[in-house]
């Protein structure tokens, strides 16, 4: 937008403009950190705090006790580590299997492929609600219910769909050219995938990688269902169970925000890292189709 | 379409590499066994009187007749819709006045852009449950709800975000707004960089406003975004289970259960697979009509491309 | 022995067909170029040749033997891409030496063919760099390299500088054709550019929906050229045209201008014709016919006149510095060997046809 500086007293115009534009950011800032301070904050008071009246924003003294408790006497470690292990083993084996998947989508053409990929698109808009109902039965008859290999089989497939679409587009944008001078040269169709497609195609491996990563730690419907064991549960599940019932005490909740914190931390830091990639992703998403 | 192909390959380990098949099978294999599959059982359980526990079943429509004269599929149906549609009205106008803020902002050269842009994307990488559990602590209204302590010390009553009926939906789409937000932000932000400045420039000659260059330039201009996001959006409201089931467990009285709970409730609590199937069928059947108005779009969108 | 045999070859896709039948023979050695305005099937017969598209008719023989069902790599030949198709993840010397690397030549062997390569183009010290980092004609340096070290019975270059800058352009032509002098390899050679098709090739094959035109010699084409798309083709600027017929005294034009004839043997008489004189071949003589100046643009090395006579339009291109300007007269000549005589509906050349 070009400045115009014929008017009379733009210039105040602008700071007021400036001024409220500035306030709006406040706000959102706000808005958005509020609720994670707010229960950070609660999660490093002490338990006796909790009963003071008023209640404050800050702690009176910072504790890590909570942290030490929740860490060292719940099984909220063993909850991690399911979810890490979940979700690590789920975007390999996802990538694993989209990668070639992809490269025949943007390398070859079929009859099928329209269709396949409209059923693509498809399956991602479908609630995981709508599965689980009849894979559990599947899954009682099978063996496979309260597994983590179960789970990692259904978390694979509903990621397929999206990572497929996404390496896809990325492979899409090396230029054929490059395949045929690999074939003259002598490569095989592996070779080439291996050799040429997958190196040039990193930025989008990292945004599977990322995606699957986030999808994979959120996942709730499915580990809800195919999961009863206690020993089992990622994290996602796990921390419900330390939420107060009707009859709970408010002792808890102190434990509940540490808890909830412990099980967010993975995400947040993994978004302050990867915060450029994570909306590069996005822009390049959900528009092109 | 990017085709690398020649003359039929001469050995036999080349002829397969160069066969589809080979490559898309393991993604066939999965989506066929885990996804296909049950999609198609659950439609059919959907005309059954199946229970989850005894292994007899009837076909016939009844589950369907006893879903659509519950007054219960109703209400869900309407919760639902509630609060699928205010996610949307709440996201998009959200997401248009932070997308134009942030615009405006980067234009003018302001400070802190990063900052307000990474603190409202950090919200939307938090999982659905998490951000249930966070907005159920602070919207307590026990001693340590802070939110709730703030107000009563203001109005003089503490309110019931979570325990009101009337109020329980609509704290829930707040949280979900929350989360997403930055979704349709980025998504609208995006869209605000590929409008020409020319048009802007052109609309303040003829002697627009800002006002109407933004209702003239701007909003038809995003208008395709708008609509694509609008769906998305609606899909996920739809689908959401995760939220819920962390914040209100469908509750007080029923008044945040949609679809997603409905179908978890009838299967898993009362055993009734055949009916539960069949509000699952109903799901199913929005969720794939959402999509067909998704691929209109999109092929409308390349078409004005 | 590396001669190249197109016998026949045919191009459909679906319906279309997109080159009916092309015979062409390629001798060991020869630097053939195939030219033609875009659409005219070069690419496609260079592509099946290298065995990138699938050859629907007739057959292709490298060296004897037939490789229509023959992979690129089995078929001995190297090709440099029009956007040179370099790998952008690997260095210059890994780009140069993939294709032994995937044949399994020791790491010995391939540095000695990568540097043997290098030192004949030039690029000894830019073997560690990526292709990101090299200029456009580097980039085209290594993309021929790769193709060196192949070492194989032909070369295919696919429009190789058309994404080079005109300066550029002239240099690379000039190294490519000392490395067809020096390595002798058989090599086909695609382009739009009549120019570099003239100054490079042994042979040069015009091509037009599909179809060859005309295959021979580069002066050959320039001096006989077998119809009018040829004649236009060579040549730049292009070969002045003008309609009428043959009379008694000479060319008589539609607007009644009467243009000189040489000696030929086109008894034409009735027939209407076009008459072909290349913009060089005009002579300023005090004997010649008038016209009239209409716009002088010199170079500095030639000067480029557009001359009218009533309603025709002539391009002359003279190697000389003239003191014209607009609206002057001047008094030119063709040479009298260099006209050409077009039948005007079949487009050929009937100079040479027999009583």
């Not at chain 1, 396949?116 to 899954?139: D, E, F, G, K, W």
């Not at chain 1, 997958?198 to 945004?207: S, T, V």
């Not at chain 2, 589809?20 to 005309?47: G, K, M, N, Q």
């Not at chain 3, 002088?296 to 480029?304: D, I, K, L, R």
Request: proline letters at 5%; a positive charge; charged letters at 15%.
């Amino acid at each position: 937008m070009t400045r115009d500086d014929s008017e009379i007293g733009s210039a105040t115009i602008r700071r007021l403009g400036n001024a409220g534009l500035y306030a709006a950011y406040a706000v959102a800032v706000v808005f958005a950190l509020f609720p994670i301070a707010a229960v950070l904050m609660l999660s490093m008071k002490q338990a006796s705090e909790v009963f003071n009246w008023p209640p404050s924003f800050f702690p009176e003294t910072l504790s890590l006790q909570t942290y030490i408790y929740v860490l060292t006497e719940t099984t909220i470690g063993r909850m991690l580590w399911n979810s890490i292990f979940l979700t690590l083993a789920s975007t390999a084996g996802c990538i694993l299997i989209s990668a070639p998947a992809a490269y025949a989508f943007s390398r070859m053409r079929f009859r099928a492929q329209k269709p396949l990929l409209l059923t693509l698109l498809v399956y991602q808009m479908i609630s995981s609600m709508v599965i689980a109902l009849p894979l559990y039965r599947y899954y009682e008859a099978l063996g496979l219910l309260d597994s983590h290999m179960g789970v990692i089989l259904i978390y694979i497939t509903v990621e397929i769909p999206f990572t497929v679409w996404l390496l896809k587009g990325f492979f899409d944008a090396i230029p054929p050219s490059l395949d045929e001078a690999a074939r003259i040269d002598g490569a095989s169709r592996i070779q080439s995938f291996r050799i040429i497609i997958l190196p040039l195609a990193k930025p989008g491996l990292a945004a599977a990688l990322i995606f699957n990563v986030i999808a994979g730690w959120s996942q709730f419907i499915i580990p809800f269902i195919l999961l009863q064991r206690a020993e089992l549960l990622p994290i996602s599940i796990g921390v419900l169970n330390f939420a107060p019932g009707q009859t709970e005490g408010e002792i808890t909740i102190p434990y509940l925000a540490a808890a909830s914190i412990i099980a967010m931390l993975p995400a947040l830091v993994m978004f302050v890292i990867l915060q450029r990639f994570i909306v590069q992703a996005l822009t390049g998403g959900a528009v092109k189709g | 379409m990017i085709r690398v192909q020649g003359p039929k390959s001469s050995s036999l380990w080349s002829r397969i590499q160069d066969s589809p098949l080979f490559w898309l099978l393991p993604a066939l294999v999965f989506l066929l066994l885990f996804y296909t599959w049950p999609l198609l059982d659950v439609i059919r359980l959907s005309f059954t009187n199946a229970s989850l526990i005894s292994p007899d079943y009837t076909y016939s429509l009844d589950s369907y007749r006893r879903v659509f004269r519950d007054p219960a599929t109703w209400r869900t149906l309407k919760v639902t819709l509630i609060f699928a549609a205010g996610s949307v009205v709440l996201k998009l106008v959200l997401g248009m006045l932070l997308a134009l803020a942030i615009d405006a902002g980067v234009k003018r050269g302001l400070h802190g852009i990063v900052i307000v842009r990474t603190s409202i994307l950090a919200a939307w990488v938090i999982p659905g449950v998490f951000v249930g559990i966070l907005w159920k602590i602070l919207l307590s209204t026990s001693s340590h709800g802070l939110l709730n302590y703030w107000i009563e010390s203001l109005s003089g009553t503490s309110v019931g975000f979570l325990t009101d009926t009337r109020l329980a939906l609509g704290t829930t789409i707040l949280a979900n707004v929350w989360r997403g937000v930055a979704f349709t932000m980025i998504l609208l932000y995006a869209g605000l960089q590929r409008i020409p400045p020319e048009l802007y420039e052109a609309a303040k000659v003829d002697g627009a406003g800002a006002f109407a260059r933004f209702r003239f330039v701007t909003l038809p201009m995003l208008a395709p975004i708008i609509f694509i996001a609008l769906v998305l959006i609606t899909i996920g409201g739809i689908n959401t289970f995760d939220l819920i089931m962390a914040m209100t467990q469908g509750g007080p009285a029923q008044a945040t259960e949609v679809v997603g709970m409905r179908v978890y409730q009838q299967v898993f609590k009362f055993m009734n697979l055949g009916r539960g199937a069949a509000i699952a069928v109903v799901l199913l059947a929005v969720n794939l009509l959402m999509t067909l108005i998704y691929l209109r779009l999109l092929r409308l969108n390349r078409k004005i491309d | 022995m590396a001669q190249v045999s197109i016998a026949n070859v045919s191009k459909t896709f679906g319906a279309a067909t997109v080159i009916p039948g092309v015979t062409l023979d390629i001798a060991d050695g020869e630097f053939v170029i195939l030219v033609g305005p875009s659409g005219c099937g070069k690419s496609t017969l260079l592509r099946m040749i290298a065995g990138l598209e699938t050859i629907s008719g007739g057959d292709v023989l490298i060296g004897g033997r037939v490789v229509n069902r023959l992979q690129p790599k089995d078929r001995d030949i190297a090709m440099v891409f029009q956007n040179y198709a370099l790998y952008p993840h690997m260095t210059v010397a890994e780009n140069m030496g993939f294709s032994l690397r995937l044949a399994g030549e020791s790491k010995a062997r391939i540095a000695e063919s990568v540097t043997r390569a290098a030192g004949i183009l030039g690029l000894l010290e830019l073997l560690d760099r990526h292709p990101g980092q090299l200029s456009g004609g580097q980039r085209q340096r290594v993309a021929m390299g790769r193709a060196i070290v192949r070492n194989p019975q032909v070369f295919l270059f696919d429009e190789p500088l058309s994404n080079l800058d005109a300066k550029l352009r002239v240099q690379m032509r000039t190294e490519i054709k000392e490395l067809h002098q020096k390595l002798k390899t058989t090599t086909i050679y695609v382009t739009h550019d009549q120019i570099e098709a003239m100054t490079m090739a042994d042979k040069i094959v015009v091509m037009r929906a599909g179809q060859v035109e005309q295959a021979g010699p580069p002066l050959e084409l320039y001096d006989r050229p077998a119809n009018v798309f040829v004649a236009s083709f060579i040549g730049s600027p292009s070969m002045n045209l003008v309609p009428g017929q043959i009379g008694d005294a000479g060319f008589m034009t539609d607007a009644g201008h009467l243009l000189p004839l040489g000696p030929h043997s086109a008894t034409a008489t009735g027939r209407r014709l076009l008459y072909g004189i290349r913009p060089e071949h005009f002579v300023l003589a005090d004997d010649g016919f008038v016209a009239e100046v209409a716009v002088v643009e010199p170079t500095g090395s030639e000067s480029y006149v557009l001359a009218r006579i009533g309603s025709i339009e002539l391009t002359c291109v003279f190697r000389e510095r003239v003191t014209l300007r607009a609206g002057d007269a001047l008094r030119i000549r063709p040479r009298l060997d260099s006209v050409h005589l077009f039948d005007e509906a079949s487009g050929r050349r009937i100079n040479d046809d027999a009583v």
